[in-house]
């Protein structure tokens, strides 16, 4: 799992260099034949997959930390390590997720604006408002999708956040007794792990449900 650190980190670049030429990307893809709406399509497909890798990473992440709190002899030292590795690996996970919204995001609004553009540009009454009921439709159910990962995302942070006061303290304090005193911390964080988890399926799902309705427009 850990090996493929300086791959996602290379991911996470290639984005924002992707973010800083948006427009110049969109003409090129355009001219061999791939539009906004397909570039939409794909985005929110590597979305859903970043967020089932990260879902599993915070099951990880939690999986590995319950065995820390159940530390009963060995190595604690060990424990302490994979633990903090767990929480990297959930770490880099969130970020890929923000970014690939945000990439949604400019690409959505890039279609979007290009959409109402050409609905200005019907003669034809009757094609003008089908297609401008149908762009309210679709912006309609993008921003359902858009919200439920935004939402999904927000509720990382506080994982995140505890995860790594936790790490740092227990850093500071690698010993049975240390452990012993965090149980309330764990309990919110497995907690906030299952609000987690619940909210990032429906965000997976409508996500799903989006793409789907996509292809068949």
Known sequence: MFCNK??????IISLFILVGCQSAYYSAMEKVGTHKRDILIDRV????????????EFQDALEQFTKLMNFEGGELQSHYERSKDHYESSKEAADDVAER??????VAQALFDEWQDEIEQFSNQQYKQQSQVQLRDTERRYKNV???MHRAKDKMQPVLSALQDNMLYLKHNLNAKAIGSLNAEYTSIKQNVAQLIEQMNRSIDDSQAFIETLKTE
């Open 6 to 11: 300086p791959i996602k980190l290379m991911g």
């Open 45 to 56: 497909e590597k979305a859903t997959d970043s967020q089932e890798e990260a879902k599993q």
């Open 101 to 106: 919204i945000s990439l949604i995001e400019d």
């Open 146 to 148: 858009i919200s439920a």
